[in-house]
């Protein structure tokens, strides 16, 4: 009877892709409240785990975030796009941010994963390396997927919480996202 009671309080593990980190910490996401709520959700009924190849992902996406939203308007980021599809030279100044102009919102976006006392921040060792491999051969995934289904194979997790749910459930992950 003991054995039941302990066995029924242990929680299923998720892994937190990048996509969802984003959404819940970059402030003016557009999923930020939506991601904030199944945060809550998953802090009730989820092991939490994601990666250090989460956090470099994410630092790309809150420099894209600035560099698109801070930057040049979208028209003029259009004009650019159209002009470098047809190689036309004369192209439109952008401004772009780097990542040290923007380290404050990095070390904001990260601190809201690593001070929160949920989520588990996992290692990536030599079998990730072989698995990810794997991954690549049997699912044809890109480099970045398949390091994140190795950790999340390794780690004996079934649920991802990611915007990514073709390629997650086409790796026989159950994929959790906001509803």
Not at 9 to 36: C, M, P, Y
């Amino acid at each position: 009877m003991s054995d039941n009671i302990a066995n029924s309080s242990v929680k299923e593990k998720v892994f937190l892709d990048t996509a969802f980190l984003a959404s819940f910490s970059i402030d003016n996401h557009k999923d930020f409240f939506k991601a904030q709520k199944l945060l809550a959700e998953l802090v009730l009924k989820y092991e939490m785990h994601t990666s250090p190849l989460c956090f470099y992902e994410l630092w790309k996406v809150v420099k894209k975030h600035n560099d698109y939203n801070k930057g040049n308007k979208r028209f003029l980021r259009k004009v650019n796009g159209i002009l470098k599809f047809v190689y036309i030279g004369i192209l439109f100044e952008e401004i772009n941010f780097s990542f040290k102009k923007v380290i404050g919102q990095l070390k904001n976006a990260s601190n809201r994963i690593i001070e929160s006392k949920f989520i588990h921040i996992t290692n990536l060792n030599g079998d990730d390396i072989k698995m990810a491999l794997y991954a690549i051969d049997n699912f044809d995934q890109k480099p970045g997927d398949a390091f994140h289904f190795s950790s999340i194979k390794n780690l004996g997790i079934n649920y991802v919480a990611t915007g990514n749910k073709k390629d997650f459930e086409r790796m026989g992950l159950k994929v959790i996202w906001f509803r």
